[in-house]
C-alpha cells in the first residue's frame, strides 16, 4: 500500500497560491502519475492532510476516483462532523480520519453521521490501548474499519500492532519512516521485524519490545526549534 500527498509540501518560505483550476488539475495529475507508477497490485491511500474545502474535496475525490483509491484521507479539517458528512455523501471513496481526535465521542459524532469509513485513532492521543479498543468497537458496530495512525516510533508501532491483533475490523497499518535507521534503530533493543511488506507481531512480554537502556545515550533529546508555518498569498496560515 502507498501512502501518498497530492499536495507535495513547498518551500514554506514562499506564499502559497495556486487557482482552482490549477490546484485540481495538479492534484489529479499526480494520482494519475501514481497509478500509472504502482500498477493496479498496489493499493493507494491518498492523504489530504485537512488542505481542502468541502467543495474541493468533492471535485478532487470525483477527479481520482477512477484511479481507485483505497481511501482518502483527511480531506477536509476533521472539527466539523457535518461537513464530512456532506463530503461523504458526495463522494465514492471511502474517507479515512481521526488521527487529531483525542476520544471516542468525536468518533462517535462521525459514526453516527456515516461520515467515516476508515477510522485513523492515534494510540499515543486518544488514551492508549485501551482507549483506542473501544474506538475500533464502535467502529466495528457501524462496519467501519480502523486504520491507525502512526507517524512517530517503535514503541508506538508496537502498540499499534497489538490493538491490530486483537480487533476483528483491522484493515491497514502506518508504518512510519526510518524505523530501522537512527535514531529509531536504538530506542528498542529488537526492532519489529518486516517481512514482505507485513509487519510481524511480536511474541514477547507486554506489547513485544524492550526499550534499550543506553537508548537515551546514544539518542538524546533534541530540539525542534520553531514551527515554520507558511502563509496564504492573502497573509493567512496554511495548515500544511
Known amino acids: 500500500v502507498g501512502h501518498l500527498t497530492t499536495f507535495l509540501d513547498e518551500d514554506r518560505g514562499e506564499p502559497y497560491y495556486q ?16 497509478r500509472e507508477a504502482a500498477g493496479d497490485d498496489m493499493d493507494l491511500c491518498i492523504e489530504i492532510h485537512r488542505r481542502l474545502t468541502p467543495a474541493e474535496a468533492i471535485v478532487l475525490a470525483n477527479g481520482i476516483e477512477e484511479f481507485h483509491p483505497y481511501f482518502y484521507e483527511d480531506p477536509i479539517p476533521p472539527e466539523n462532523y457535518d461537513a464530512m458528512e456532506q463530503v461523504a455523501k458526495h463522494i465514492s471513496i471511502p474517507i479515512a480520519t481521526g488521527e487529531r481526535f483525542q476520544t471516542m465521542h468525536e468518533f462517535a459524532m462521525l459514526l453516527s453521521r456515516g461520515a467515516v469509513q476508515y477510522v485513523r485513532p492515534d494510540v499515543c492521543l486518544a488514551g492508549g490501548i485501551t482507549h483506542t479498543k473501544k474506538i475500533a468497537a ?18 508506538s508501532t508496537a502498540a499499534c500492532l497489538q490493538i491490530a491483533a486483537c480487533i476483528p475490523n483491522f484493515a491497514l497499518q502506518e508504518y ?44 538524546p533529546p533534541r530540539t525542534y526549534g520553531q514551527i515554520n508555518v507558511r502563509l496564504h498569498k492573502d497573509g493567512s496560515v496554511v495548515d500544511q
Open 19 to 34: 487557482s482552482h483550476v490549477n490546484k485540481m488539475r495538479d492534484a489529479i495529475d499526480a494520482v494519475r502519475l501514481y
Open 176 to 219: 512510519p519512516i526510518g524505523e530501522h535507521e537512527f535514531p529509531k534503530n536504538v530506542i528498542v533493543k529488537e526492532p519489529i521485524a518486516v517481512e514482505e511488506g507485513f509487519l510481524i507481531i511480536p511474541d514477547a512480554p507486554g506489547i513485544g519490545i524492550e526499550i534499550a537502556e543506553d537508548a537515551q545515550e546514544k539518542a
Open 138 to 155: 464502535l467502529a466495528e458496530a457501524n462496519y467501519v474499519g480502523v486504520v491507525p495512525h502512526n507517524p512517530l516510533g517503535p514503541v
